[in-house]
């Protein structure tokens, strides 16, 4: 079992960033994927960003260049820093993590909202 805490929402003008956490109720060095999803009013959800087992990074076409996935394993959290942020970036971002045995685990998500 792993609860996960968002945090780091809020509202930013467009250009802006902010850096979302999500922290782990226990260490997340040997989950097999971190990740960020997001999901817009009407919209479905979708993936942003992954930090995967073998250490390699996956974005979305729209947020590539901008967003940024890390981790920091003694903290057992991770993070997605967000810059040049867009109208569109607007959502509640969701972390989730898969364990080796593919358990999916997904936090309460935090609101995101960017002015024009």
């Known amino acids: 079992q792993v609860q996960l805490v968002e945090s780091g929402g809020g509202l930013v003008e467009a250009g802006g960033s902010l850096r979302l956490s999500c922290a782990a109720s226990?260490?997340?060095?040997?989950?097999?994927?971190l990740g960020w999803y997001r999901q817009a009013p009407g919209k479905q959800r979708e993936l942003v960003a992954t930090?995967?087992?073998?250490?390699?990074?996956n974005y979305a076409d729209s947020v590539k260049g901008r967003f940024t996935i890390s981790r920091d394993s003694v903290k057992n959290t991770f993070y997605l820093q967000m810059n040049s942020l867009k109208p569109e970036d607007a959502a509640v971002y969701y972390c989730t993590v898969t364990s080796k045995l593919g358990l999916v685990y997904w936090g309460q998500g935090t609101q995101v909202t960017v002015s024009s």
């Open positions: 930090f995967t087992g073998d250490g390699s990074m």
């Open positions: 226990r260490s997340i060095f040997n989950l097999n994927i």
